[in-house]
């Protein structure tokens, strides 16, 4: 008797096992709600637009002071010529020192070197000295304009390096110049204001 009760509790524990097999799988969870378009998701969009044009502005802006920074540096570095046999400045001359003064006002740390050279005309000695006075005569216009003497070196070259080796009036007037070298500050220059 007790293996027959064993045994009916063993079938209905049996069919009660494979009807739950049998039954229906469980539902599916729902499908997720569409992306809201209301007030909310109109704020974010516009949140995301107005983030998007501040970076771009802000490339902008910095791709511009990169290129007024360059083009700073060129005027920096711009030569300036003189007429045979002289040191005094020319009016073309003295527009282009005029444009080298307003960047370095703005750029207090930047050191420059200025470079004396004359044509081949004249003794070695007498180019030398060429250069010297045509340095200093630079670096007196920046001195009477409130720049300190500080900031600048003088160096002469005479005519040792010429730009142009020729022997016409078209390489002499090349070669009588100061060249201007940027020694330190080069990574802090402001542009003129």
Known sequence: ????????????????????CGSEPPPEPPAPEPMATGPDMDSLRAYED?????????????????????????????????????????????SVLRQKLAILRSSPQVRIRMEGHADERGSVEYNQALGNRRAQSVLDFFTQQGLTAG???????????????????????????????????????????
């Open 50 to 94: 107005s983030v998007r044009r501040a970076q771009e502005e802000a490339a902008r802006l910095a791709a511009e002071r990169e290129r007024a920074i360059a083009d700073a540096r060129a005027i920096l570095e711009q030569r300036v010529h003189f007429d045979y046999d002289q040191s005094a400045i020319r009016s073309d001359a003295e």
């Open 1 to 20: 008797m007790m293996y027959r009760r064993l045994l009916i509790v063993s079938v209905v524990l049996g069919g009660l096992a494979l009807a739950a």
């Open 151 to 193: 900031a600048f070196q003088t160096t002469s070259f005479g005519e040792e390096r010429p730009l142009s080796t020729a022997s016409n009036e078209t390489a002499w007037a090349q070669n009588r110049r100061v060249e201007f070298v940027i020694t330190s500050g080069g990574g802090s220059i402001n542009p003129a204001q």
